[in-house]
């Protein structure tokens, strides 16, 4: 598994050039119209990791697999969208299913381009989506209030749980916050995620930029980033036109383009770093002969559930896990090597598995 970022926004901020970019497809159409992308466009990326192309280089491996990351581009929202305004209610379903959403801001200035409100202010935008979210999360509340309350005033516990994180969140959102500011207890947060709120979802902003600012970001970015920080949440800086030009370029023209550009990586890595960071996870590998391959857990899995990743039957039947730190595999040469010097590991089921461990599970059929 990887995760599943929605991309949402204003309509002409860059979100398709950025979701055709960073997917390097042309499914959704690039234009300098308000809802250009009809259907939500979903595209999936691997997740480019320098730790597996070392690893299989030492196993020789014949195949690299990386974890994918999925993409789901959904249309501009305009103010008054959880009313129906633009294109509405149809497309916040979609977002519904992702595990993170990615504010995509305008902090650029093109007189070609036309903002929607006529103004460039990126924190007045996010403010802008995140109200029709907050608004469609109402909504939904509200609606789903009454019938609760009757199946609870009969006796109903699972009505009566719903009620209380329902009666947490309420207020918050009458009061334009976020469902995601209320508190919530480890017992109540199974019932909480079942409400699917959109507000619910951690936010990554994502300042896209001129070329020139593709590097240390602008002005405009400066203050999402401080946003971003006060709320705890995720801040990139990406230039869509650049990353829609990579995407036409083999490796070492990349590398050319890059190097012109004063960059050292595309943006999106930082955009995958930074979704990692927000979501808490980590990653360990599969290696052998016949693939490399990486495979993403969240922080804290234990061997059985990191295991099950890759196959519920790992799970039911496992037994162990034989584990190599990635540091080891690569200055040891190998398994062979890390054998030899003591470096394998044979963990049991209440391993939490680290970044970057090098597993082998061994289970009953």
């Avoid at 597996?52 to 994918?68: E, F, V």
């Avoid at 909480?192 to 590097?215: G, H, I, R, W």
């Avoid at 059985?304 to 034989?322: C, L, M, N, S, W």
Wanted: hydrophobic share 40%.
């Amino acid at each position: 598994m990887g995760f599943k970022c929605g991309i949402v926004g204003l309509p002409n901020v860059g979100k398709s050039t950025l979701f055709n970019a960073l997917t390097q497809t042309a499914a959704a159409e690039a234009a300098n119209y308000p809802f250009c992308t009809i259907e939500p466009n979903v595209g999936e990326v691997g997740v480019p990791d320098d730790r597996l192309d070392k690893l299989a280089a030492i196993a020789k491996s014949q195949a690299i697999i990386p974890t994918r990351l999925t993409f789901v581009d959904i249309a501009g929202l305009v103010r008054g969208a959880s009313k129906g305004e633009g294109l509405g209610n149809q497309f916040l379903s979609h977002i519904r299913e992702v595990d993170a959403i990615a504010y995509v801001l305008r902090c650029f200035e093109d007189g070609d381009i036309t903002h929607v409100e006529g103004r460039i202010d990126p924190v007045a935008d996010a403010d802008t989506v995140e109200t029709e979210l907050m608004l469609a999360d109402l909504e939904s509340l509200e609606r789903r209030r009454t019938p609760l309350e009757k199946k609870a005033k009969t006796g109903d516990k699972e009505a009566k749980s719903m009620m209380a994180i329902i009666d947490k969140v309420l207020p918050l959102l009458r009061d334009g916050q976020p469902a995601r500011r209320a508190e919530i207890t480890d017992d109540e947060r199974k019932t909480f995620e079942m409400l699917q709120l959109l507000t619910a979802k951690p936010v990554l902003y994502v300042c896209n930029v001129d070329e020139a600012s593709a590097s240390d970001g602008n002005a405009f970015s400066k203050t999402v980033a401080e946003r971003a920080e006060a709320e705890g949440a995720q801040s990139v800086v990406i230039s869509a036109k650049i990353e829609s030009e990579l995407s036409g370029l083999d490796d070492e023209e990349r590398g050319a383009f890059l190097e012109e550009m004063g960059l050292e990586e595309p943006g999106l890595n930082r955009l995958i770093r930074a979704g990692y960071t927000l979501l808490d996870l980590a990653t360990y590998f599969t290696v052998g002969p016949k693939e490399a391959r990486a495979w993403t857990i969240e922080k804290g899995t234990k061997a059985p559930q990191a295991a099950g990743v890759i196959h519920t039957d790992f799970e039911k039947g496992f037994i162990r896990a034989e584990t190599i730190a990635f540091s080891d595999y690569v200055e040891l040469g190998g398994e062979n090597g890390a054998k030899e010097a003591g470096k394998m590991r044979l963990e049991g089921k209440e391993y939490v598995v680290k970044d970057g461990d090098v597993m082998h599970f061994r289970f009953a059929n």
